[in-house]
């Protein structure tokens, strides 16, 4: 609940990346504490709220979660418009979504609001043992475009709290 004099922030919050490198998860981890193993693509409804609350602020996240549009490589303008925050996905055990990554990391940089919130996540930290995609390799990525960047599972609950917490803390101190 938030205090009063608290101060409230409303954030709509966007998720980019590779089908199949978990985002559909991440969120559900994050707002239903829940993981399936067989996460059905996502296809209509994609739209969560969470809130946060912070002792500096009480976050109110609309989440946005891609029905599925990532695989034609580009999202819809609206559905960036007015995004505070955002969430690019790479999956560990494939290369090739972390080079999709910096792609949309790019298209964030082009159509994204200027004071956008971002960060990397590399997702199915479980997946060690089939690691493609070194830790140094994102950090680096991700201290390059100023974004903040963590190792998450949404299998295990690996830093999926963690991640929204510091996205919360960062849209306050930003508002
Ligand atoms: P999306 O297309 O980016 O929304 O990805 P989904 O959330 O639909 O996940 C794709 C597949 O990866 C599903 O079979 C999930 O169960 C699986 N998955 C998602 N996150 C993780 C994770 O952290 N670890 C593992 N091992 N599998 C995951
Ligand atoms: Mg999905």
């Known amino acids: 609940m938030s205090r009063p004099g608290n101060k409230i922030i409303q954030a709509k919050l966007v998720l980019l990346g590779d ?12 707002v239903k504490g829940q993981f399936f193993d067989h996460q059905e693509p996502t296809i209509g ?6 809130i946060l609350s912070l002792t500096e602020a009480t976050v109110k996240f609309d989440i946005w979660d891609t029905a599925g549009q990532e695989r034609y490589h580009s999202l819809a303008p609206m559905y960036y418009r007015g995004a505070a925050a955002a969430v690019v996905v790479y999956d560990i055990s494939s290369m090739d ?21 971002m960060a990397l996540v590399a997702n199915k930290s479980d997946l060690d043992s089939r690691r493609e995609v ?15 960047f963590t190792e998450t599972s949404a299998k295990n609950a690996n830093n999926i709290n963690e991640l929204f917490y510091e996205i919360a803390k960062r849209l306050a101190r930003a508002s």
């Open 134 to 148: 070194k830790n140094e390799e994102g950090e680096q990525f991700a201290q390059d475009n100023a974004m903040f």
């Open 19 to 30: 089908m199949g490198t978990g985002k559909t998860s991440l969120v559900l981890r994050f």
């Open 45 to 50: 409804a994609a739209f969560f709220t969470q």
């Open 97 to 117: 979504t972390f080079s999709r990554a910096k792609k949309w990391v790019e298209e964030l940089q082009r159509l994204g609001n200027p004071n956008l919130v």
